[in-house]
């Protein structure tokens, strides 16, 4: 019995470790994107556990996530720095992620009823939020929608290489800055909501299709 609750200590302490390393993603993302960090900004790891109150950990694994999105860069005896969004580099991320879940649709239809029921889940997740301008809920939901979508492809390297882009980060800033152009994301759920239309009823064609229109809308949001 002692050997479970040190297993269960040991995942509580993880599960918190993330929630803290997803809250300090978060806001470092929204001080670079708002200018509080400029670009060239050094961020030190100690000064940060100290304002967050945590270990270095968390702030690690934070910087690690913004590294993966381009966002800081990480140099050998100079620390982290703020490169700030490049945007055209955020639009070419896109265009693979439009291409690599196209050809997930190809693999996944038939999906699996339990893939199905994932995504009309997610759905209607996203059409709650976005009724109630909570663009993080938002952005989560609609990040499980597209997971669950890769995953189903049954592709190990798609679900890898989807991962590895972090969309946690990217995902963000696409919202943020769709929002601050007041762009409704009624359209981008209708579209959604076509696109499962055609997954259930096994219109591949017309399905990769709206994978890339969903794509192009977002990719706007770096222009």
Not at 13 to 41: F, S
Not at 153 to 158: A, E, I
């Amino acid at each position: 019995m002692k050997g479970l609750g040190a297993n269960s200590a040991a995942v509580v302490h993880t599960v918190k470790r993330t929630c803290m390393r997803d809250h300090i993603r978060d806001v470092l993302v929204a001080r670079i994107l708002d200018g509080t960090y400029a670009a060239g900004t050094q961020l030190k790891e100690l000064t940060l556990a100290r304002e967050f109150n945590v270990s270095q950990a968390p702030i690690r694994e934070a910087l690690r996530e913004l590294e993966g999105s381009g966002l800081v860069a990480s140099e050998r005896y100079r620390g982290t720095r703020v490169r700030g969004a490049d945007f055209a580099e955020m639009r070419e991320s896109y265009e693979l992620r439009a291409t690599l879940e196209a050809r997930a649709v190809e693999l996944a239809v038939p999906c699996a009823p339990e893939a199905i029921a994932e995504m009309e889940q997610c759905l209607h997740a996203m059409a709650v939020t976005a009724k109630h301008n909570d663009s993080e809920g938002y952005i989560s939901q609609a990040l499980r929608f597209h997971r669950t979508l890769i995953v189903a492809s049954r592709n190990r390297t798609f679900v890898s290489v989807w991962d590895s882009l972090h969309w946690d980060v990217r995902g963000r800033i696409a919202v943020e800055r769709l929002a601050k152009k007041n762009e409704d994301f009624v359209p981008l759920i209708d579209l959604h909501e076509e696109l499962l239309a055609k997954i259930r009823a096994g219109s591949v064609e017309e399905a990769s299709a709206l994978v890339r229109k969903i794509f192009a809308v977002v990719s706007k949001a770096f222009e």
